[in-house]
T-cell receptor
Framework: GAVVSQHPSWVICKSGTSVKIECRSL??????MFWYRQFPKQSLMLMAT???????TYEQGVEKDKFLINHASLTLSTLTVTSAHPEDSSFYIC?????WGAGYEQYFGPGTRLTVT | QKEVEQNSGPLSVPEGAIASLNCTYS??????FFWYRQYSGKSPELIMS????GDKEDGRFTAQLNKASQYVSLLIRDSQPSDSATYLC???????FGAGTRLTVKP
């Protein structure tokens, strides 16, 4: 299957600072990437859909000015959590759609665990 | 009504038994359906995809799709302790996941 990487795998930051998370498709070009957030013992919550070369589409209730998404190339999307607060502590996971897949297969990165102190 | 609903479990089966996981969806126009497995602290991994009504088998896994009834299920035969995880149903037209069913396979 297709490989998606994320960096960093975990990060601890102080309240009020910003954190950037990178998501890369390693062996395919992804025109569409997705960002999810997962709190402990809860399911994945879609935050936004990122399309290469255009603005991301955010889900209802997700602050676009707080969670900045950039998809500048076909292999890289970034999520920046601005002015992070402890309630932003979560597991952030990206996924990429394989354009050559039979349907809409998504392949997930390993996730980034963010802790805001 | 939630777009994708799963029986939340937890589901516990003995080793060697068949585990049955179910999922219903609200959008009748949905065409692509997926089952993902997520181990604790890890990201989801794709197990099965199904697009047509009927059954699709892959090793010990069988996905079943019934578009008329708007449900998709996953059967795991000969369940192993290593199958213990949360199983997520996804309907990919809208990128929504169900809440997941936590499966425990007891030795």
């Amino acid at each position: 299957g297709a490989v998606v990487s994320q960096h960093p795998s975990w990060v601890i930051c102080k309240s009020g600072t910003s954190v950037k998370i990178e998501c890369r498709s390693l062996d395919f070009q992804a025109t569409t990437m997705f960002w999810y957030r997962q709190f402990p013992k809860q399911s994945l919550m879609l935050m936004a859909t990122s399309n290469e070369g255009s603005k991301a589409t955010y889900e209802q209730g997700v602050e676009k000015d707080k969670f900045l998404i950039n998809h500048a190339s076909l292999t890289l999307s970034t999520l920046t959590v601005t002015s992070a607060h402890p309630e932003d502590s979560s597991f952030y996971i990206c996924s990429a759609r394989d354009p050559w897949g039979a349907g809409y297969e998504q392949y997930f990165g390993p996730g980034t665990r963010l802790t805001v102190t | 009504q939630k777009e994708v609903e799963q029986n939340s479990g937890p589901l516990s089966v003995p080793e060697g038994a068949i585990a049955s996981l179910n999922c219903t969806y609200s959008d009748r126009g949905s065409q692509s359906f997926f089952w993902y497995r997520q181990y604790s602290g890890k990201s989801p991994e794709l197990i099965m995809s199904i697009y047509s009504n009927g059954d699709k088998e892959d090793g010990r896994f069988t996905a079943q799709l019934n578009k008329a009834s708007q449900y998709v299920s996953l059967l795991i035969r000969d369940s192993q302790p290593s199958d213990s995880a949360t199983y997520l149903c996804a309907v990919n037209e809208n990128m929504r996941f169900g809440a997941g069913t936590r499966l425990t396979v007891k030795p």
